[in-house]
């Protein structure tokens, strides 16, 4: 049996009605003032804001828990709410029959226990096709075979990435990561901080080699498969010059690693025009960020923007 994808109870308001009933009599309504402007509805724009809304609502309850405690989600709580959404806006075609007794395992592969402290509040108490949501840490590749959705941290390191994908894909589970070139390695979504917002790119191939289906309005919210702002395709350009940044002292003697992710734009010439964090640790992303502007890629007829990552590790 597939598991659910979002329905009208996901989106139910507050006032009893679904914003899918809202979206389908929105159709043939009038154009609405918004802000002095005329803003006309046309039936793909209702879908698509109807999609936005109902995931915020589900993602807004999967944070509800800690609003008592801060007036604004931490990063490691984004981003448990985007995994467990992600849960219950994919099918498994592939999935085997089992008991509803049987946990819907969520795994974490390297980091801390932090992110796992609050990715199990997160899921505590809450189902999917009436099967109990852990979470738990894995390590092995039969660890990974256990689960369903597995989230790869970025400190996971790129061997470990590399054998959750080759052991978790061909197993039907859901790989999510948060590293630059998650996706390009073969994972199927990626989490990451763009303007001080998570969000989330899909690698649509894997996740059909894998046998998982996602909502196709959701496919729609994605950022694209390279995780970054959407700009003119292109075939990336070589690099002519890539020193490596040095491991700032502080960060050393704080043991502080992980992966810098950043979107550079290149002038004709191939040097550098400017440079935008898109995720990583304070301290490293400003290292990498001043030896990434005496880098040199190949010349090209006409400006673009590349992205570049790298691993910080003692």
Sequence with gaps: MNEPILNEQDATGVDGQTFVGRAQNAKACNPVREDMQIVNLTPAKVKRLRLAAAFLIVLAAACFPYRAQAQSATESQVKAAYIYNFVKLAAWITQKTTSDSQPFWIGVLGGDDEFLDVLAKTVDGRSVANRPINAKRVKTEDDIKSCRVVFVRALAGRKLSQMAIAAGQPAGVLLVGEDGDFLQQGGMINLFLQNGKIHFAVNRDALDQAGIRVSPDLLQLAQGQEGGRKTKSHQARQLLQSDPPGYPEVARSMKIQGTVHLEVEVRRDGTIKSVR??????????????????????????????????????
């Design 277 to 314: 964090v898109l995720g990583g640790h304070p301290v490293l992303a400003d290292a990498f960020s001043q030896a990434i502007k005496r880098w040199k890629y190949e010349p090209a007829s006409e400006e673009t923007v590349e992205q570049a990552s790298y691993t910080f590790d003692q």
